[in-house]
């Protein structure tokens, strides 16, 4: 009961830098700043999965965390790589 | 006994998180260049990630209604939190190695740049 109203209280505020880093996203003047902001993103997202995962207590969510945190650093990574080299892929 | 030890230690790392979001979103929006940014981002992703994925991961230990799967979900909680613990900052540091050599963005309110001297552009400030 505690631990559901605690965290009850504390999403929101996670919801509030999903929206502060959603306006950088956005708004980012050049593009490292767009992927800077699709990252905290995604790392927002993987947080709040587990989150709810243990609100909801829905096991299946805290899975989707562990692919899309990887698939975050595989976005950095292929942003880098092109932006240095102007090649995709290998 | 344990299990509520877990659960307060668990939900404090989380409270913690929480406030170490709001700081990254205020400062990634405040601060002036993508160089700058990187530092709140990184407050984003480890004080903001890794330690509420741990605290979930313990919360998950202790919290008897998890029934079953508790221990499954604070398994992948660990599991996530050492992923990102490890990923981020070689994501962070890549992307800002390539911003730098592709010359996209400049260091504008800059004192010093040691790798290329032509990227900074002087007398743009104090700073953040």
Redesign the interface.
């Known amino acids: 009961m505690l631990v559901e109203f605690y965290l009850a209280l504390i999403i929101p505020v996670y919801l509030t830098a999903t929206v502060l880093f959603l306006i950088r996203a956005l708004k980012g003047p050049t593009i490292p700043d767009h992927v800077l902001g699709v990252d905290l993103l995604s790392y927002n997202l993987a947080v709040l999965f587990i989150i709810l995962g243990v609100f909801f207590r829905e096991p299946i969510l805290i899975i989707t965390a562990i692919p899309l945190a990887l698939w975050i650093c595989a976005l950095d990574i292929y942003v880098a790589k092109y932006l240095e080299r102007k090649v995709m892929g290998s | 006994m344990i299990e509520d030890i877990l659960?307060y230690a668990g939900?404090a790392l989380?409270?913690l998180?929480?406030?170490a979001?709001?700081i990254?979103?205020?400062g990634?929006?405040r601060f002036r260049n993508?160089y700058l940014?990187?530092h709140a981002?990184t407050i984003?992703?480890i004080w903001?990630?890794v330690y509420?994925?741990t605290g979930?991961g313990l919360?998950?230990l202790g919290?008897r209604?998890?029934?079953e799967?508790s221990t499954?979900?604070a398994g992948?909680?660990f599991?996530?939190s050492f992923?990102?613990l490890v990923?981020?900052p070689?994501?962070?540091h890549?992307?800002?190695?390539?911003?730098h050599?592709?010359r996209?963005?400049l260091v504008e309110p800059c004192v010093h740049d040691a790798l290329d001297e032509s990227m900074c552009a002087r007398g743009g400030g104090s700073g953040a």
């Open positions: 659960v939900l989380i409270g998180g929480a406030v979001q709001l990254s979103g205020i990634v929006n993508f940014r990187l981002a984003g992703s903001g990630c509420p994925i979930a919360v998950a919290y209604e998890l029934g799967y499954f979900m992948a909680a599991i996530t992923l990102i990923l981020s070689a994501g962070s890549a992307l800002a190695r390539a911003a050599k592709s996209l963005v």
